[in-house]
Structure formats: C-alpha cells, structure tokens
C-alpha cells in the first residue's frame, strides 16, 4: 500500500514562507497526479496545487503567485513552497496521490500563519 508522508508546517507570522514535503513510498513519476489539498476548520478540503507526471502545473486563484509546487522524481518527494502568507492560507495541508482510480492522501501537516 502506497504511503505519503507529509512535513514542513509549523506556525509563521503573515508575510513568511513555509516549504511543505510529501514523501511517497512509490515512485511518483507513476502517478499521473501529485497535488497538494487544503482544509481549514469548517470547511471542505480544497485543491491548492498540483503537478502532472509531464510537469505541468495548476493553482488555486488564491495562491498564484505565492506559492509554487514542484516534484523530485529521484527522491520520489513533492514540495510545496508557500511565500508571502496570509492568516487565512492557515489549514492542515494533504497531499494526494492519483494514478488511474488509484486515489492516496497523506495524514496531512498543520499550517497556522498568525497576523
């Protein structure tokens, strides 16, 4: 069973930047998908990025600009690095992993940005 494994979060006061990690015990230039999900309290979990096995990229319209996702296919790592954060980017960050049906989500890392 595929396993992600997700670091980096912390606290940071507004205007900081934080790196997340996710670790997958499969080789992620398999997958077809890596991305990065978003779920503050109350509310759903939102995409925030994600990254094809092609190296093409999407973001969330909230994000642009600000945070910027890559992947390490040697390292089978995928980061997630978040520049110029705002209170309400706070949330617990999941990774997920998609190839074909096969859907696999990280235990997630906190993110909390104080104002």
């Known amino acids: 069973q595929v396993q992600l494994v997700e670091s980096g979060g912390g606290l940071v006061q507004a205007g900081g930047s934080l790196r997340l990690s996710c670790v997958t015990s499969?080789?992620?230039?398999?997958?077809?998908?890596m991305a990065w999900y978003r779920q503050a309290p109350g509310k759903q979990r939102d995409l925030v990025a994600s990254?094809?096995?092609?190296?093409?990229?999407e973001y969330a319209d909230s994000v642009k600009g600000r945070f910027t996702i890559s992947r390490d296919n040697a390292k089978n790592t995928v980061y997630l690095q978040m520049n110029s954060l705002k209170p309400e980017d706070t949330a617990i960050y999941y990774c997920?992993?998609?190839?074909?049906?096969?859907?696999?989500w990280g235990q997630g890392t906190q993110v909390t940005v104080s104002s």
């Open positions: 997920k992993r998609l190839r074909g049906p096969i859907i696999t």
């Open positions: 499969a080789s992620i230039s398999s997958a077809n998908r």
């Open positions: 990254i094809s096995n092609s190296g093409s990229t």
